[in-house]
């Protein structure tokens, strides 16, 4: 069956502190890996999208990884702000021959930045 | 401004009523999507379009309907025979490729069943 483990399940930092979110993944054809934020009450926001041939990618203080072989993911937060206090949701698309596959979302892990 | 937008962001109804959110997308994307989102719960996909005038069920659809008369919109209709229409619904939208393309989200519409 195809799933996506977030881990931790919520956690709690000072503002300033580094953190790494792990997702691990059984989705089956893979095509892509996406992490989102999403705020309280709001809908989630595309943070990164990569591919089976890549192994990182940046936007600013948010660094994700890929592991394909090993079929983990992790988002790594530099420096947190009070701003980044959301759920980060990993997200994995099966691959269907080039088209848009089903996207199989993970339970997100809930950040709290702290001052 | 461009986006994707839903109404309304707080929605009630009685047991047996039916219920329609809105989306709209003004970014010319080709597919829209639905989903619904419960606490601790990953989202789950009720319904998509790829087209006008055509619709596919998602992991979820049954006691919901759709409709896609024009590219821009896409409502959602929970319906009496939805057993648990409690949580966050949130509609999105993307471009038609392959396979790697951002959805963009709405800001979502939280429907609570009196």
Known sequence: ?115 | DGGITQSPKYLFRKEGQNVTLSCEQNLNHDAMYWYRQDPGQGLRLIYYSQIVNDFQKGDIAEGYSVSREKKESFPLTVTSAQKNPTAFYLCASSIVGRGKEQQFFGPGTRLTVL
């Open chain 1, 1 to 115: 069956k195809n799933q996506v483990e977030q881990s931790p399940q919520s956690l709690i930092i000072l503002e300033g502190k580094n953190c790494t979110l792990q997702c691990n993944y059984t989705v089956s054809p893979f095509s892509n890996l996406r992490w989102y934020k999403q705020d309280t009450g709001r809908g989630p926001v595309s943070l990164t999208i990569m591919t089976f041939s890549e192994n990182t990618k940046s936007n600013g203080r948010y660094t994700a990884t890929l592991d394909a072989d090993t079929k983990q993911s992790s988002l790594h937060i530099t420096a947190s702000q009070l701003s980044d206090s959301a759920s980060y949701i990993c997200v994995v698309s099966e691959w269907n021959g080039g088209s848009q596959g089903n996207l199989i979302f993970g339970k997100g892990t809930k950040l709290s930045v702290k001052p």
